[in-house]
């Protein structure tokens, strides 16, 4: 019984800090990966408006409101494409 317990203590010793330290890096890992798929998506964005895709580049923006709601960008590319795609089919402004 004491080689269970002794384990036992060796465990709780040692699973905290490792559990914290992991924690720690996926969230900075998270938190990358979040401003990198911000950027392709602001990328892929501006290359549809550059094409004249201004149905593309709705669907872009409709997507990345939903990915990124907190982003003032991403509602300022939904103004953008919504305002361009309005113009673009002669529609009156109002």
Same mark, same amino acid.
């Given at each position: 019984?004491? *080689?269970? %317990?002794?384990? !036992? %203590? $060796? !465990? %709780? ?8 330290? @992991?924690? #720690? &890096? *996926? ?11 911000? @950027?392709? !998506? $602001? ?5 549809? %408006? ?9 669907? #872009? +923006?409709?997507? #990345? #409101? ?7 960008? +991403?509602?300022?590319?939904?103004? &953008? +494409?919504?305002? $361009?795609? /309005?113009? /673009?089919? @002669?529609?009156?402004? @109002?």
């Amino acid at each position: 019984m004491r *080689y269970r %317990l002794r384990t !036992l %203590l $060796i !465990l %709780l010793a040692v699973l905290p800090p490792l559990l914290w330290f @992991g924690w #720690t &890096k *996926y969230e900075a890992w998270r938190e990358r990966r979040g401003e990198e798929q911000l @950027g392709r !998506l $602001i990328d892929r964005f501006n290359r549809e %408006l550059d094409n004249g895709d201004y149905e593309g580049a709705m669907v #872009t +923006a409709e997507h #990345t #409101t939903r990915e990124f709601p907190a982003e003032p960008l +991403a509602e300022f590319m939904l103004q &953008k +494409a919504q305002f $361009i795609r /309005s113009v /673009s089919r @002669g529609e009156e402004r @109002g």
